[in-house]
């Protein structure tokens, strides 16, 4: 079964989007009423208009040049305007020494606070308190890369106090700062290999839990790969018990009615991880679009951030990226392959 978002690239279901007033056709595409001149968002309140007075429009800008003005109940141009006023907010939060408070964000682009923290969340799925802190982390992972110490870091990525960055660090690094420097110095992952219809498959768990699962038809591209993540992490084999963790995760492969309880060890930004719960929750046997999943989360115009989150995945099946697919219901990319991919959703759909 999919659970795909609707196509409104055609007039009848743009069309069917105005008389539904469907708010999911916001920003898709615009129309136009030539007995009034205006054009409107499709969800608009307006009394509806009859169809042979309705044109569609790309955007605003289209609908602007083809000389109709913007209805003033749902004001469709502030649509680009937002998305602006977006933009140069991550522009200073990502310029800034230190993290600009909401009050500074909101002044610079000319919102009330309130007004501000809605458009933006709705534009990128986070607060923008949230994306400040992302992008802090950010720049201390970038920092670690170099020759000053992680004091320095810290202080440079724009933190007041080390405290504050160590007490939130484990879910931005993964570990802690000096053990990200020293490429995972200090941290013990257990590993193994196992065998799979779809080919070799690499499952790496810390204390906390699975950290990753790999596809790849060498085994040895495996076991590199997780070297030059974590150089210098202590890596070690799979031990009886481990080995039963391994098999359970190969029989969710091959048997996907099995399910997925493992532990996790999920690491990544905060938009990131909201985006793989949302994928966790599709069910077997059903697919969803990228942009469903950024309906779901709220934030419909972050489709593209949805896409990447799902390229980062680093465990595979039980953060199910696979179910993900175009809005036309066709597969896009897949890190392990797409014919792995189609393999994963044939096995579902027949589980």
Not at 212 to 224: E, M, S, T, Y
Not at 240 to 258: K, T, W
Not at 295 to 301: F, H, S, V
Request: aromatic share 8%; charged share 25%.
């Amino acid at each position: 079964m999919s659970v795909t978002a609707p196509d409104f690239s055609k007039d009848e279901s743009r069309w069917q989007a105005v008389i539904g007033r469907d708010r999911r056709a916001d920003g898709q595409f615009y129309y136009s009423v030539a007995t009034t001149g205006v054009y409107c968002r499709p969800s608009c309140g307006a009394r509806q208009p009859r169809r042979e007075n309705v044109a569609f429009h790309a955007s605003t800008e289209a609908a602007a040049r083809a000389g109709f003005r913007a209805c003033k109940r749902c004001r469709p141009d502030e649509t680009d305007r937002q998305a602006a006023a977006v933009a140069e907010a991550c522009r200073i939060v990502e310029q800034a020494e230190t993290p600009p408070s909401l009050i500074e964000l909101a002044d610079a682009v000319g919102m009330s606070q309130f007004h501000f923290h809605r458009v933006f969340k709705a534009a990128t799925g986070v607060t923008p308190k949230a994306y400040a802190d992302a992008e802090r982390a950010r720049r201390v992972r970038a920092a670690l890369g170099g020759k000053g110490t992680v004091t320095e870091a810290i202080y440079d990525a724009g933190y007041n106090s080390n405290g504050r960055f160590y007490a939130n660090a484990p879910g931005r690094l993964g570990m802690t700062p000096t053990r990200f420097r020293k490429g995972g110095e200090g941290e013990t992952m257990r590993f193994a290999i196992g065998q799979t219809s779809l080919g070799a498959i690499l499952v790496a768990a810390t204390i906390k839990g699975i950290v990753a699962i790999q596809f790849a038809d060498d085994p040895a591209a495996l076991v590199r790969d997780l070297q030059d993540r974590f150089p210098k992490a202590r890596l070690v084999g799979g031990d009886a018990a481990f080995e039963a963790l391994v098999a359970r995760v190969v029989g969710s492969v091959e048997n996907p009615s099995a399910g997925f309880d493992l532990p996790l060890d999920v690491r990544g930004t905060a938009f990131q991880q909201r985006v793989w719960q949302a994928l966790r929750e599709i069910p077997a046997g059903e697919t969803a679009s990228y942009a469903d999943v950024a309906a779901r989360l709220g934030a419909p115009k972050a489709v593209r951030a949805v896409a990447g989150a799902c390229a980062a995945n680093d465990i595979a099946v039980a953060i199910p990226c696979h179910r993900v697919v175009r809005n036309d219901g066709a597969l896009s990319g897949y890190r392990w392959g797409v014919e792995r991919k189609q393999a994963l959703l044939d096995r579902e759909a027949a589980a």
